[in-house]
């Protein structure tokens, strides 16, 4: 259907202006490697891979055929007390990628079901061994970690829990974020300065005492606020202090899994293990919602020691490893492998790294930072109008042939891993030439 012949009255668009995108559609209609196109047959040159998703590009044919082929062998198997062997198989294939000790996975929907069913496990995980008093937890500010209770809960954007303030779950705190640090703009990969800045976990264990505290989860970095990096040796040290005071440790790497920062997770690209490891947008390269939990088998082990055959977890999904997630899953799996992906956007991180640096000095940047295939461009706000100058530049950018992301006024990459220099060349100098007309 065209656009010209669409009603818009039906669709509550998310995390969206709808009066505003109504009245100045942004519209695409097929896509295909590095590209979308609109109804009119524009190209729109990807360089936010979807939502931070289809790392692999887009109509892949080796993905889209095994979809094809699995809606056309089973449609749907349930996982409740029966299951599908291709589950088991790509479970197999997934946790050979995950960092030692992270060996068993709980298949999801989504990034924010991952990040509910990971918090549930960490509260049951400690009930099951003993320590009942563990129930706080612990995010940080300006975290994203989906929309679920748990979520909006644990995380830090104010927006997302202005609504929702009197249904968010208790006996939560929250690290200050990492962000403006003196000394850290234009940081090429991790900022040097503000490795004290998880000591401050210190301070809240000291008011709560570490007994009543379950988890803290935190994203390596923290993408839909901005792309905030960890300065150099924070997550190692937030490691140190849960591991002193026996806290689980949960990476969100719903942005930062699958070689966005070209390793498999940022785990590996930071050298830090946690405990758990969230998971969802490139398991699929966006093609088919799923998510995935990742725990230690230590995690795993003290709910398999219940004795008999009960139930060792009341929770899950009707779609928890749905036959067509599965099937894209491997797939993509397959396709990142046989491709070298990862090893891909680790090669393209310096030529992604140049193009973004060399946006300093232009109109209105205040900050560029970036790591691996992941980095952002932050502006000065109008005066008054926070956000204003970002919404200006994304209906530019789209008019342009670009599409970006922007969060109030930083602009968010983080192309697809088959992204070429060609590509980052023509998002950087539609960049420049429309931060002039701002």
């Known amino acids: 259907m065209k656009a010209h012949n669409l009603s818009m009255d039906s669709f509550w668009i998310p995390f969206t202006s709808n009066r505003a995108f109504k009245k100045q559609p942004r519209l695409v209609e097929r896509a295909q490697g590095m590209y979308y196109y609109t109804p009119d047959d524009r190209q729109i040159l990807d360089m936010v891979a979807g939502l931070w998703c289809c790392n692999a590009g887009h109509g892949h044919p080796q993905i889209v055929r095994a979809i094809q082929d699995q809606a056309a062998e089973m449609d749907y198997a349930p996982h409740f007390n029966f299951a599908h062997p291709a589950a088991f198989e790509v479970a197999d294939v997934l946790t050979e990628l995950t960092p030692d000790g992270i060996d068993h996975v709980?298949?999801?929907?989504?990034?924010?079901?991952?990040?509910?069913?990971?918090?549930?496990?960490?509260?049951?995980?400690?009930?099951?061994?003993?320590?009942?008093?563990?129930?706080r937890l612990i995010g940080r500010e300006r975290g994203y970690h989906g929309v679920g209770f748990g979520g909006i809960s644990v995380g830090g954007i104010a927006n997302n829990r202005l609504q929702f303030s009197n249904t968010m779950i208790p006996g939560v705190d929250h690290l200050p974020h990492t962000h403006s640090i003196p000394g850290n703009a234009f940081s090429r990969g991790l900022p040097e300065h503000g490795v004290e800045y998880a000591d401050e976990l210190e301070r809240i264990l000291e008011l709560h005492h570490p007994s009543n505290v379950a988890a803290v989860i935190?994203?390596?970095?923290?993408?839909?606020?901005?792309?905030?990096?960890?300065?150099?040796?924070?997550?190692?040290?937030?490691?140190?202090?849960?591991?002193?005071?026996?806290?689980?440790?949960?990476?969100?790497?719903?942005?930062?899994?699958?070689?966005?920062?070209?390793?498999?997770?940022?785990?590996?690209?930071?050298?830090v293990t946690p405990d758990i490891i969230t998971t969802a947008k490139g398991l699929t390269s966006g093609t088919v919602p799923m998510g995935a939990v990742f725990v230690s088998g230590q995690i795993y082990d003290e709910f398999m020691s219940k004795p008999g055959g009960a139930i060792e977890l009341f929770h899950g999904y009707t779609y928890s490893a749905h036959p067509l997630a599965v099937a894209a899953c491997t797939a993509t799996q397959h396709v990142y492998a046989d491709e070298g992906l990862f090893q891909r956007a680790a090669t393209m991180a310096p030529v992604?790294?140049?193009?973004?640096?060399?946006?300093?000095?232009?109109?209105?940047?205040?900050?560029?930072?970036?790591?691996?295939?992941?980095?952002?461009?932050?502006?000065?706000?109008?005066?008054?109008?926070?956000?204003?100058?970002?919404?200006?530049?994304?209906?530019?950018?789209?008019?342009?042939?670009?599409?970006?992301?922007?969060?109030?006024?930083?602009?968010?990459?983080?192309?697809?891993?088959?992204?070429?220099?060609?590509?980052?060349?023509?998002?950087?100098?539609?960049i420049r030439t429309l931060l002039k007309t701002l």
Do not use: W
């Open 218 to 271: 935190v994203e390596p970095i923290a993408g839909s606020a901005g792309v905030l990096m960890p300065p150099q040796g924070y997550l190692k040290r937030l490691r140190e202090i849960c591991d002193r005071h026996d806290i689980l440790l949960i990476f969100d790497e719903v942005i930062t899994g699958f070689g966005r920062l070209g390793a498999n997770f940022a785990s590996q690209a930071f050298d």
């Open 106 to 135: 709980f298949f999801t929907n989504s990034g924010s079901e991952s990040v509910d069913t990971a918090l549930k496990i960490a509260l049951a995980y400690q009930k099951e061994r003993g320590q009942a008093s563990r129930t």
């Open 352 to 430: 992604f790294e140049d193009g973004l640096h060399s946006l300093k000095g232009e109109p209105h940047v205040i900050d560029v930072r970036n790591y691996g295939l992941m980095g952002a461009v932050e502006l000065a706000a109008l005066e008054g109008q926070p956000g204003a100058r970002g919404m200006e530049l994304v209906q530019k950018t789209f008019d342009a042939g670009l599409m970006i992301r922007v969060t109030g006024d930083t602009i968010a990459f983080s192309p697809p891993l088959i992204m070429e220099e060609s590509h980052m060349q023509q998002a950087v100098e539609t």
